[in-house]
């Protein structure tokens, strides 16, 4: 069964503080992994994909098949970035529908 | 910039009740899907719409959840009767290619 875990709820650090939000996935399939977030007050929306590669916000996150981990990381996290934030995995095979973890927290302070 | 639009926002309601939620997705996007997110989870796929056609329905509880989506634009979902574990934000996306774009959902409380 494909599945998500991300296994802290909540992280707080200060601004100018590396983050990395972990993300570990269970899929037989090739995966295609995404990392979404949701602002306060705001629709839930994509912030990068595995298959781009690029950098959105200042945050990166690399695709380990070896270690089934899709971890997202900004190295100078912003008052801005405090937000929750999911990872999800597409199912292949038609559906394409998103499998999330349950989310995770990010406070930053000031 | 276009988005998917949902109504209400948010509906109270008592359990045995029925209630509907309708979605509008962005012009043009063929495919439309539901979740379901229970607070502290991360949204669940209900049914997968592509144009007028259900892909994915696996996750529907059919007794009492139902979804159309008649001439493959808008989209309602119902659910008769309500129960108490219905209460949660329902959310609508869709996508075009391989990103989903979500509306702002509808939070759902069932007394």
């Known amino acids: 069964a494909q599945r998500v875990t991300q296994p802290e709820k909540l992280l707080s650090v200060f601004k100018g503080a590396p983050v990395e939000l972990k993300c570990n996935y269970s899929y037989s399939g090739s995966p295609e992994l995404f990392w979404y977030v949701q602002y306060s007050r705001q629709r839930l929306q994509l912030l990068l994909r595995h298959i781009s590669r690029e950098s959105i916000k200042g945050f990166t996150a690399d695709l380990n098949k070896g270690e089934t981990s899709f971890h997202l990381k900004k190295p100078f996290a912003q008052e801005e970035d405090s937000a929750m934030y999911y990872c999800?995995?597409?199912?292949?095979?038609?559906?394409?529908?998103?499998?999330f973890g349950k989310g995770m927290k990010l406070t930053v302070n000031p | 910039e276009a988005e998917v639009a949902q109504s209400p926002r948010y509906k109270i309601t008592e359990k045995s009740q029925a209630v509907a939620f309708w979605c509008d997705p962005i012009?043009?996007?063929?495919?439309l899907y539901w979740y379901r997110q229970i607070l502290g989870q991360g949204p669940e796929l209900l049914v997968q719409f592509q144009d007028e056609s259900v892909v994915d329905d696996s996750q529907l509880p059919k007794d009492r959840f139902s979804a159309e989506r008649l001439k493959g634009v808008d989209s309602t979902l119902k659910i008769q009767p309500a129960e108490l574990g219905d209460s949660a934000m329902y959310l609508c996306?869709?996508?075009?290619?391989?990103?989903?774009?979500f509306g702002p959902g509808t939070r759902l409380l069932v007394l």
């Open positions: 012009s043009g996007h063929a495919t």
């Open positions: 999800a995995l597409s199912v292949q095979g038609g559906s394409e529908k998103l499998v």
């Open positions: 996306a869709s996508s075009r290619g391989r990103t989903q774009y």
